[in-house]
Every structure is written in structure tokens, then in C-alpha cells.
């Protein structure tokens, strides 16, 4: 089974500021990545897959990136409905397991 | 509208069965694959298993293997996910979840999500 390991486990940032999340997996997915939004009470949301496609709607402050066992995340001006938890997500292999998530806090 | 709504929050007692269920609608539901995903309380999500409505192929992850069954009624386009002797360990939020087409399996419409509170 993949590992996920999402790095760090609470960001601090405040609005406005970039906030950059890290996702390693324990071997190679090449870029079978997805990344979802989960706020209090709600179910996740799909916001990247293929590693850097956007999902329909999500708006362009979201972008990802990297490759085999390295991924980021990156929110480039944080607004206030962007404080969440973001899991990643590989699907190279199965099972198609997630990250633990890193859960995204106004500084 | 295309969405997936699940029963409702659940009760039980250890060694309990019980059945929730994921209803689709707005589009072809024998057509897209169909996962659930566990979350236990304050924790992250856990990737379960996942069934094709149309012929139920199902995989199941090596942690849940055994412990649920995976099924669906193409028919009246709703998956189910079941257990036979349920724990309190089993408490959690289920959520069900759509993969969408296009080669990429990732889940692009969830269901609300199914409260299942196992206590004596």
C-alpha cells in the first residue's frame, strides 16, 4: 500500500499570503494525484487531479504541481472560505489511499 | 441535478448489522464507479473500496476486505455499504463518492455523508 504524507499538519497564514502544502507519497504514483478541500461539517471537494488540472469551478489561486513522489499544492492569495483541511489523494495503485491532510489556519 | 444523497445518521449497538445506502441521480449511475470513504471522528479520510454499478466489480481496500460488503442495485441506481457485526471502532461519517470519467479515478461528486454511531 502507497504511503501519503502531508507536510505541514496545521499551516498558519493569513489572508492574502501564499500557502504552499506538501505531499509525498512512499513510491512513485507518476502523476496520479488528487487534491480535495474539506471544511467543518461538509464532505471534501475535489479541487486538483492529474496533479495540476484544475476540477471544474475551482478558481485559478489553486494550482498543483510535481511528480512521482513529490506534490504540492499551492493557494496563491488566500481568501477567507480557503481555511480548510486539503488531503491528498494518489491513484496509481491500489488501494487509492489518502494523505492525512493538513488542515489550513488564519495566522 | 447530478448528486448522490445517502440515508440518514444510524444507531446501533456492537454486533449490530446495518446497511446505508448512496443513491444517485442526474446521470447515469451504471456507468461511473461508486466509492465509499470512511472518516472516524476528527480524522482524516480513509479510502474503503469501490463498486461499478454495472456489472459490480468491486476492490476493496486490504483494511476493509472482510470487514464490509460493497454492493449496488443498478436498477434503482443506489450503492450500499453493509456490515454484519458491527464495533464501536466502526463509528464514523461514510461518505460515498462518484469517480468521474476520463481515466482519472478520483472522486468528483460526493454524497453528504452517513453518521454511523456504534455504542452499547
Known amino acids: 500500500e502507497i504511503v501519503m504524507t502531508q507536510s505541514p499538519a496545521t499551516l498558519s497564514v493569513s489572508a492574502g499570503d501564499r500557502a504552499t502544502l506538501s505531499c509525498r507519497a512512499s513510491?512513485?504514483?507518476?502523476?496520479?494525484l488528487a487534491w480535495y478541500q474539506q471544511k467543518p461539517g461538509q464532505a471534501p471537494r475535489l479541487l486538483i487531479y492529474?496533479?495540476?488540472t484544475r476540477a471544474t469551478g475551482i478558481p485559478a489561486r489553486f494550482s498543483g504541481s510535481g511528480s512521482e513522489t513529490e506534490f504540492t499544492l499551492t493557494i496563491s492569495s488566500l481568501q477567507s472560505e480557503d481555511f480548510a483541511v486539503y488531503y491528498c489523494q494518489q491513484y496509481n495503485d491500489w488501494p487509492h489511499t489518502f494523505g492525512q491532510g493538513t488542515k489550513l489556519e488564519i495566522k | 441535478e447530478v448528486q448522490l444523497v445517502q440515508s440518514g445518521a444510524e444507531v446501533k449497538k456492537p454486533g449490530e448489522s446495518l446497511k446505508i445506502s448512496c443513491e444517485g441521480s442526474g446521470y447515469s449511475f451504471a456507468s461511473y464507479w461508486i466509492g465509499w470513504v470512511r472518516q472516524m471522528p476528527g480524522k482524516g479520510l480513509e479510502w474503503m473500496g469501490i463498486?461499478?454499478?454495472?456489472?459490480?466489480?468491486?476492490r476493496y481496500s486490504p483494511s476493509f476486505q472482510g470487514q464490509v460488503t460493497i454492493s449496488a442495485d443498478k436498477s434503482i441506481s443506489t450503492a450500499y455499504l453493509q456490515w454484519n457485526t458491527l464495533k464501536a471502532s466502526d463509528t464514523a461519517m461514510y461518505y460515498c463518492?462518484?469517480?468521474?470519467?476520463?481515466?482519472?479515478?478520483?472522486?468528483?461528486?460526493w454524497g453528504q455523508g452517513a453518521l454511523v454511531t456504534v455504542s452499547s
Open positions: 513510491q512513485s504514483v507518476s502523476s496520479s
Open positions: 463498486i461499478y454499478p454495472g456489472d459490480s466489480d468491486t
Open positions: 492529474g496533479a495540476s
Open positions: 463518492a462518484r469517480i468521474g470519467l476520463g481515466g482519472d479515478w478520483i472522486f468528483d461528486l
